[in-house]
């Protein structure tokens, strides 16, 4: 038994701080954010040699092979960076195909995930309330070579940026007769619309899917047996993000905590008055906190996939509920220039309000808790 | 990162489990001589200062074990290891880390045998938060201090044979004027008196020191070095005070309260408002056991507990006042008859404050973690 990570993972970590320090400082985050793309596909190319896009592919598909421990990981810096890329998506994408994909599916996407050329994310439901299958209702209509998609897939981040989408559709009238399939952006009546986004380093979009074709050896797993990997693939979003989450409110603590060790008001820098140091203080516990349950979380990914659900659902509800307050105690204590487009801090929180709802708000999140929880 | 027991730390678990199986009858079960003849058997063990080097007339065990040992007792509410809790916890460790080979082997077998009681003298009516500025004085004169002072707040120095003192010898430096004496209870010009706490129990005291002659081989460290041996055993108090397990019990008897009540008509746990608000507590409650786990991580690559201990010291100051008022709410009126919750319920409010108040903590972890100027 041990709680910390290897010698090996530090490096690992610190490798990733070096590059996004180098490549994608705030100056560079906030150029990509206002480009039209929403990434840079030359850091995505340097992401890819580096092995980043694959980290919890197999080798034999092209990627590290490494484990959620290691990735969740990544993401905090990631996140600390506010990098803005289809990382995420990406990666749950590849998921979905280690998860559900058989040998033949892999082979074929996988690599492309994994080594840049393919961008893939997920297209799971279509209303705002319910990330569940129970917010599943397109309808696909089977035919000789398998199935007929027509409709809109809502929320898909990364739309725009995305060659490859893991689209999730209903078999059947009962709430598991789901199914997932690989759509690909360029086939035919494939389009995508994208939505202007609260957090610009991360984008958004709707899917439309007209008359779309999808062949059999298209689908992941049996037809009208994907709930559970729905589930599952609900369940890895949430923990991604929570990595997300930590890091960027680890890098929104540090930025206020530097603020109020310089900002100097009635004659001693404002970090020594209690108002400004306690409610940093709170935070910080927040962090240890959500970083415990993030790694647990992640090493039930990798060793005891039983407790992935509740595991995920507790990191994911604490985070938010942390990251909320967060935003608000970052901008409050940077005063008026909190309030401007110049000062970071907001980036933060506009950070918290995008992260807040993906995969499952904390009532969400609190609910399954609760029940998971006997009551 | 493994959050796994080994083979052999299961085993030593089953171990615990079999033998307070075969050893620990019910409390009703518990008759006068049942205290000393369990100590008895633990001592046998080694159970008692497990985690203590052999030499010393410990276990010798590792930090994990001893980690299960105490999780496997508070599950079935076993009496604590030893009846010497103060003594135990803080002292031992004190004297193991700076007290001569005279004073261990004075001082640590009746320890281990329970043949002794510590007390902790700290606080004094004008110096409670900020102990350093401590003013109960020790004169050193010939191979004797004399101390002359007040402590207050005293847990059981009405029947304590020991004192674990701090006294200052040096008024100009304030940290490197305080010592820490070891003094007999029973030494002419110690006068003890009750004070009734809140919950009407007689559990803490005034104590009173007139010129009370303290050989100088009772000194525990160098004289000045007092703060140093203070701030170990105070981050061991905090981290005894922040175990999850004793949580984890509380949490379960509170969702035994709501599954029995009523609110506005319908079943408690109808109402989402309480399902959240237990689902909260259950996802701090774990990361309160992961944060501990980690902390241990820590100090198994020889990190002494130090400022991190503050975390959970915080967390369990956020959960305890209120879990309990949760289980008061949902008592309806009921809860201003007096019985095991409302009687709790008051008592936390002490728990809180002792070992250092949560504000004291927002300001050791604002200062020595964040490094926020002093206040
Ligand atoms: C049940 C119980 C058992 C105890 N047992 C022992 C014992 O065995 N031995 C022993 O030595 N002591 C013991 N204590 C004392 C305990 O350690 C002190 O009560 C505690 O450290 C606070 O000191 P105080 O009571 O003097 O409060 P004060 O220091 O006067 O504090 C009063 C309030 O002011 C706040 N405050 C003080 N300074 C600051 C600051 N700088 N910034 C912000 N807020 C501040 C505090 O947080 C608190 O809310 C015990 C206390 C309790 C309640």
Redesign the pocket.
Known sequence: MNFGFSEEQELQRAEVRKYLDEQCPMAVVRGISESVEGYSAEQWKQLGELGWLGLIVPEEYGGAGLGWIDLVAMLEETGRSLFPSPLISNTLAAAALIESGNAEQRRRWLPGLADGTCIGTLALVEGSDDPTVRGIGLRAEPDADGFVLSGEKRFVADAGSADLFIVAFRTGDAEEDCALAVVEADASGVSTNAVASIDETKRTGTLVLDGVQVERAAVLGEAGSGAATIERLVDLGAIAVSAEIVGAADGALELTVQYAKDRVQFGSPIGRY?GVKHPLAEAYVDIVSTKSLLYYAAWAVDKHPEQIASAAAQVKGFATDAFTQLGVTGIQLHGAVGYTQEYDIQLYLRRSKWARPMFGDEDFHFDRVATMGGI | MDFDFSAEEEAFRAEVQEFLAENLPAPEARGPEFAAEWNQKLAEKRWIGFAWPREEGGGGAGLIEQFILKQEMAKVQAPPLGSDFMGLAWVGPALIRHGTDEQKQRFLPDLLESRTLW?????EPDH????ASLKTRAVLEGDEYVVNGQ?I????AHFAKWIFMLVRTESESRYGGITCLLIPMDSPGIEVQPIL?LVGQH??NQVFFNDVRVPVGNRLGAEGEGWKVVMGALANERSGISEATDMERRLEDLKEVARGARKNGRPALEDSSVRRQIARFEAKISAMRLNGLRALTKQLQGNPPSTETSVNKLIRGQLEIPMHDLALGLQGSESQHANQWTEQSLTFH??V????????QR?IISERILKLPK?
């Open positions: 209690q | 007390c902790t003298g700290y606080s409670g938060s900020d102990l402590k707040w005293t847990t059981s706490s559990s803490f002490g728990t404050i002792g070992g250092g108040t949560p504000n004291i300001n206040d």
